[in-house]
């Protein structure tokens, strides 16, 4: 039997005014795991769909061999018979059902027609452990975390006698524990025999657990290197089809006098409002200034974004915000919006953008008088010419301003996202992981674009839980623990190590003050 379980040969795949594959190879060897990588929109998705049948075969040219015998599926059913599962970047389980239930959606423990409640239990419940998860099967999907619900995704998966399991981009969402819980069970499955394909662009992850990786870039094979012979900056490199001298684009900075100042902020939980989960914060931004935002999962970071934000979370807030020296109402998302912030959230899907709707109205959707006439109706033509001069600015990858957002790349739908409060033209704005789930190269536009707002007289406020970004981009960083500002810092002066040793000492007088009271 031959060492790969499956050759893809000269895969091609063209959707209307663009070609998403070109030509491509893929070799897996059996009991590998292997890592795909490239830029967002290089095309991974799009191979792995094209192998699971979502993309039917007739709709692609080129032809798959697994196990040795071409295949032609015509769903995802037909690639699942034979032991290939995918499990997609966004996860398909359905909230509100319990964990043995969404485990065996479309797979039902059944006999003559009726589910055997008894048997889809115990299953549910053997294949849990199998993943380390010790929740009750009847548990609802709504009521674990995201690690937990990637891990019942996985032994949904096992439930369907994988052999061969692909997973697209499967600790995007997850903590840096999560993660690496998540990365030992891919190893343990492959002291099992198993084989996978894990779709990543975090390279200290694919250094850490693959095999072989191969690198995809616009569309094409680019090249498959072992293990041993991987570094970081063949990677990228292949990936960006350029070198990054430096991950960081350099600017000079140019700051200036105040902008945003938030003075003696408190918020209290929504839905628990005796827990205090935004404590006394006071904190500025200076014209030309990009500020950091550090802090471990669960600080409080977005918390206070939002409640700054239009008090889109929290209740019993108070405080002060004050933007250009004069207090500022920020009750209310409009009120926000028109006294001069902006705020990109973390879920761009769900909260960022109309992923239904094309570029176009989502890039003007946050300032519709700029495309208006006096009597309130929009120019239509106008809207385009604005679509289309922010597509150039912040170079959205796209067939035109009418392609749907939600078939974009993570990071070109970032861009959007950028698009669309860029041209609110807000005086402070907030960006909330802003590169998550990006890859190196669109990182690094992002980062470009940061720097020339703040070359614009811009105030920017960023988020983000990735240190190094940080320390790369900012020029000041403050560090949040527990809802409290434990440190400030200038990004020159900083480093990894006094961040954390001031989330430390910031956790230990956070006992201290519980244990007063």
């Not at 290197?225 to 570094?231: I, K, L, N, P, Q």
């Amino acid at each position: 039997m031959s060492d790969y379980i499956l050759e893809m040969r000269g895969i091609t795949k063209v959707f209307p005014g663009v070609k998403a594959l070109e030509n491509v190879n893929l070799k897996v060897r059996r009991g590998d795991i292997h890592a795909i990588c490239g830029e967002n929109g290089a095309g991974k998705s799009t191979l792995m769909k094209v192998l699971s049948g979502v993309y039917p075969y007739g709709t692609y040219d080129g032809e798959i061999y697994y196990e040795g015998k071409e295949c032609r599926f015509t769903g995802i059913h037909d690639s699942e018979k034979l032991g290939i599962v995918i499990i997609h970047q966004e996860l398909a389980l359905v909230p509100m059902l319990s964990i043995a239930e969404n485990m065996f959606l479309g797979n039902e423990q059944a006999t003559g027609g009726m589910i055997n409640w008894s048997v889809t239990r115990k299953r549910a419940h053997d294949l849990l452990r199998k993943v380390g998860l010790r929740e009750d099967p009847d548990t609802l999907v709504t009521n674990i975390g995201t690690g937990k619900q990637q891990l019942v995704e996985i032994a949904k998966a096992l439930a369907k006698d994988v052999k061969l399991l692909i997973l697209d981009e499967p600790t995007a969402s997850l903590s840096e524990r999560d993660s690496q819980a998540l990365l030992d069970l891919l190893l343990e499955f492959k002291t099992q025999g198993m084989t996978s394909i894990m779709i990543s662009h975090k390279l200290n992850e694919i250094k850490r657990v693959a095999d072989q990786i191969t690198v995809i870039r616009d569309g094409q094979s680019i090249e498959t290197m072992e293990r041993e012979d991987v570094t970081e900056d063949r990677i990228v490199t292949s990936m960006v089809g350029r070198t990054l001298e430096n991950r960081y684009p350099h600017r000079t900075p140019k700051i200036g006098e105040t902008m945003f100042e938030l003075k003696n902020w408190s918020v209290h939980h929504p839905i628990h409002p005796e827990r205090q989960i935004i404590k006394n914060v006071n904190l500025t931004v200076r014209k030309g200034e990009v500020v950091g935002i550090a802090g471990l999962m669960g600080a409080g970071r977005t918390e206070l974004a939002m409640s700054v934000f239009g008090r889109t979370y929290g209740v019993n807030i108070t405080g002060e915000v004050f933007l250009h020296g004069k207090k500022a109402d920020t009750s209310t998302v409009g009120k926000a919006v028109k006294a001069g912030l902006a705020y990109a959230t973390e879920d761009r899907k769900v909260y960022g953008l109309n992923l239904i709707d094309h570029i176009k109205h989502n890039v003007t959707i946050a300032n519709l008088p700029g495309v208006s006439s006096k009597a309130g109706v929009i120019d239509d033509m106008h809207e385009l010419k604005v679509a289309n001069e922010y597509r150039r600015k912040t170079n959205i990858r796209s067939s035109s301003v009418y392609q749907i957002t939600g078939n974009l790349s993570g990071g070109n739908q970032q861009k959007v996202v950028l698009s669309k409060w860029l041209f609110a033209d807000p005086d402070v704005l907030i960006l909330d992981e802003p590169t998550r789930g990006i890859d190196v190269g669109a990182k690094y536009e992002i980062y470009t674009i940061i720097n020339q707002l703040a070359s614009d007289g811009k105030g920017i406020m960023i988020i983000s839980s990735e240190m190094p970004e940080l320390l790369g981009i900012c020029d000041r960083i403050y560090v949040l623990n527990e809802g409290r500002i434990v440190g400030e810092m200038e990004a020159a002066e900083a480093s990894q190590e006094k961040i954390m040793r001031a989330i430390v000492r910031g956790h230990a007088r956070e006992e201290q003050l519980e244990a007063a009271s």
